[in-house]
């Protein structure tokens, strides 16, 4: 059944989970997220981003998600939209039956330049009022997403800041975050705490406290009945680099955010966590294998099949990880 995000993110800040919000932009990745989910009995959010939209068509992924909350009516569901640049966007989302959506106004209406907190602020409340008279949850982000490590945004189309971040952007501020919460009456806030977007997000192995977790612990302070949304948060599973890098890739060496440290964010309130990138690579590296053993086959479901089956491998560990298991 489709429910909001305040719904499905309140039952877990009740007993303490965390949800894997997984991009979605083709029927793979949708049958990958929902059988996992059904094989661990775990509600889905489920996501779309301006990228998908340009890639399927809203149509498309609206009918897709619809699809599986037909085909699996016993599992909550979340069909939300990703960072919505604008206002007018995220009525668009609401109009068509999304049941969340996020007004990423941490950056202006070109998703790259960082914006001013009055901005941020206006084009938020609006966004609230439309969706809040619709049923329809928010998320907001406050600060500029960019790793601690490299001070960049990350590589994603369409969403992050162009340059080098400083070490105060990269962190939101709690006392902000409060403001922010009471001024627009947001659903969920995204947070900057070290993680960024796309597959480069560190240059060495993750050692310790790779992300800002006293400073995740202190916004939660402030904020407690806003649940907090970790986006960035692709593990970059270095077998899926090894995997693609035989059978032809050259991706570079790279790493992302370690499963224990979102775990440790889960523990201080962060209930949402944004997951695109390691689909991706899962998807890409059982392909990439498929192929260069089968050199004959040309059949798309085989290797597509191949493709399902690494995502849903990726989903369910994440599932297992967050504590998502059991709660659907
Ligand atoms: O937040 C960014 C997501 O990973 C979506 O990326 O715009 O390439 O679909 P995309
Ligand atoms: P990753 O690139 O780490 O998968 O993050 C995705 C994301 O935050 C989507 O909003
Ligand atoms: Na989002
Ligand atoms: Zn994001």
Sequence with gaps: ALISMRQMLDHAAEFGYGVPAFNVNNLEQMRAIMMAADDTDSPVIVQASAGARKYAGAPFLRHLILAAIEEFPHIP????????TSPAICQRSIQLGFSSVMMDGSL?????????????????????????ACGV?????LGVLGSLETGQAGEEDGVGAEGTLTHDQLLTDPEEAAHFVKETQVDALAIACGTSHGAYKFTRPPTGDILAIERIKEIHARIPNTHLVMHGSSSVPQDWLAIINEFGGEIPETYGVPVEQIQEGIRHGVRKVN????????????????????????DPRKYLAESTKAMYDICKARYEAFGTAGNA
């Design 108 to 132: 202006r209406e070109d998703g790259k330049t960082p914006a001013d907190y009055d901005y941020n602020v206006d084009v938020t409340r609006r966004v609230v009022e439309m969706a809040h």
């Design 137 to 141: 949850s928010v998320e907001g982000e």
């Design 275 to 298: 997951i695109d990138t390691d689909l991706r690579l899962a998807s890409t590296g059982a392909i990439r294998r498929y192929l260069a053993k089968n050199k004959a086959e040309f």
């Design 77 to 84: 569901v979340v069909m939300h939209q990703d960072h919505g």
